[in-house]
């Protein structure tokens, strides 16, 4: 799948993954971030090399650990409320 091609369902995933229950950013290991998304990890690299581009995660350390940028933070809300117009619902 090209990286400009992206599943909104799929990124909104990733991003909610990554923000905590109090709606702050919280870092997470790839392999819980694989598992959060539910992709295997073919998708998962795609997304998560797509998603750095796009300064909406970072990753660091080693092993790496994927954290949300503000940007990030922000593109999640509105992708949330945008798919909550759209399918009725606010679930991904």
Same mark, same amino acid.
């Given at each position: 799948?090209? @990286?400009? /091609?992206?599943?909104?369902?799929?990124?909104? /995933?990733?991003?909610? =993954?990554?923000?905590?229950?109090?709606?702050?950013?919280?870092?997470?290991?790839?392999?819980? $971030?694989?598992? =959060?998304? /539910?992709?295997? !990890?073919?998708? !998962?690299?795609? !997304?998560?090399?797509? *998603?750095?581009? /796009?300064?909406? $995660?970072t *990753?660091?350390?080693?092993?790496?650990? =994927?954290?949300?940028? =503000? &940007?990030?933070?922000?593109? &999640?809300?509105?992708?949330? &409320?945008?798919?909550?117009?759209?399918?009725? @619902?606010g679930?991904?």
């Amino acid at each position: 799948m090209p @990286s400009d /091609r992206l599943d909104l369902r799929v990124v909104a /995933r990733f991003l909610d =993954a990554l923000v905590g229950p109090d709606g702050a950013g919280r870092p997470l290991s790839r392999s819980r $971030l694989q598992l =959060a998304a /539910r992709v295997n !990890y073919d998708i !998962y690299r795609t !997304y998560e090399a797509a *998603l750095a581009q /796009r300064g909406l $995660l970072t *990753l660091d350390g080693e092993p790496a650990t =994927a954290t949300i940028t =503000a &940007r990030g933070l922000e593109v &999640r809300q509105r992708l949330l &409320r945008l798919l909550a117009d759209v399918l009725g @619902s606010g679930s991904l």
